[in-house]
């Protein structure tokens, strides 16, 4: 069985005064932006940037990125901004997009465009993946979230038409209506670049993805759900009328590594900020499997400070895999997907 493992980070912003964050309740959405400081996040895109190439030259099948909105957790509003810095910057390996927010697309024809451009730049390297958004994405958006599943299905049939069906030709749905579709970038891999759904295990989106034939990659539920998640997946797959691979499943794990022993001054998280260290995920299209871990190698910024001491984040055992870099890899390798 062979594995592709790839870094990732949601690029969090961590330069924030406690003391605030604690006045407000550890709230993502509501968390004042006058907290926000430019000059610390070019700091922190810098580190972002490096760990990123870093870990495509140092053994990494890729890199995965990801977009949030309104949100202190992730630097990241335009995954495809990212994307093609990314692309630019990393002269090798796969950049996993996970993903576009299609939902709040008034335009999806921008992200076909935009997802092309950077599949050319990067030479074929683009994973795209497409997600519905938390709901605080709707509401940083402005966005009716009753419509949330029936923009994300037509705003993926009008990229994917885009990418496939030869133009001009006119569209004309419930949500999106264009006199004139006839995208002149067109993506390098053919008939797209390949399409993953990421979830957090709703029913309906496991359905969406077997029924389109796109790999699931379940973000960290308890390992002790994966085989029902993936029996529907497969029942589903079956009625349509094929039989899946292990190329149709991910799972995405926490691992926390550390030069030292876990315990006290150890592994430590910040309640609000859940991704308050840089991560990596690893993958597989053989086995799609993912794994998040903090990279200890790369030197930390003293301008940017120490990341604060906070209790670790609740979770249960079985999520993650946690301690010393070896101890972390052997408890790993039993990890079924």
């Not at 969090?12 to 926000?36: H, K, V």
């Not at 992730?74 to 939902?103: D, T, Y």
């Not at 496991?206 to 960290?220: R, T």
């Amino acid at each position: 069985m062979v594995k592709e493992v790839y870094f990732f980070t949601e690029m969090g912003y961590t330069a924030y005064s406690q003391a605030e964050a604690r006045r407000y309740g550890y709230n993502n959405l509501m968390f004042p932006n006058e907290q926000f400081s430019p000059e610390r996040a070019q700091q922190l895109y810098a580190m972002y940037f490096d760990e990123l190439q870093y870990a495509s030259e140092t053994g990494f099948d890729g890199v995965m990125i990801n977009e949030h909105h309104n949100n202190p957790l992730s630097m990241m509003p335009s995954v495809n901004v990212i994307g093609a810095s990314v692309a630019q910057r990393n002269r090798k390996g796969k950049i996993v997009f996970l993903g576009n927010v299609l939902p709040i697309h008034d335009n999806p024809l921008r992200v076909a465009e935009e997802v092309a451009m950077i599949d050319i730049l990067s030479g074929g390297r683009v994973v795209c993946g497409f997600v519905r958004g938390l709901g605080q994405e709707s509401m940083a958006t402005n966005v009716n979230p009753m419509d949330n599943r029936e923009r994300f299905d037509e705003a993926h049939n009008v990229i994917v038409a885009a990418w496939t069906k030869p133009g001009p030709f006119r569209w004309e749905g419930r949500h999106f209506d264009y006199r004139i579709v006839n995208p002149w970038m067109k993506p390098l891999q053919k008939p797209h670049p390949p399409i993953w759904i990421p979830g957090v295990v709703s029913p309906e989106s496991v359905k969406w993805a077997a029924e389109h034939q796109y790999p699931y990659v379940a973000l960290a539920p308890p390992l002790s759900t994966i085989d029902e998640i993936f029996d529907y997946y497969d029942a589903v797959a079956a009625e349509v009328g094929y039989a899946t691979t292990p190329e149709h499943r991910g799972y995405v794990i926490e691992l926390l590594t550390s030069k030292n022993s876990p315990g006290r001054g150890g592994l430590r998280r910040h309640p609000l900020h859940r991704d308050a260290l840089p991560q990596a995920v690893a993958g597989s299209l053989d086995n799609a499997c993912g794994h998040q871990a903090r990279p200890t190698h790369l030197p930390r910024d003293p301008q940017i400070g120490p990341r604060p001491a906070q209790p670790p984040l609740r979770r249960r055992r079985e999520q993650n895999r946690k301690g010393t870099d070896d101890r972390a890899h052997a408890r790993l390798r039993p990890v079924r997907c």
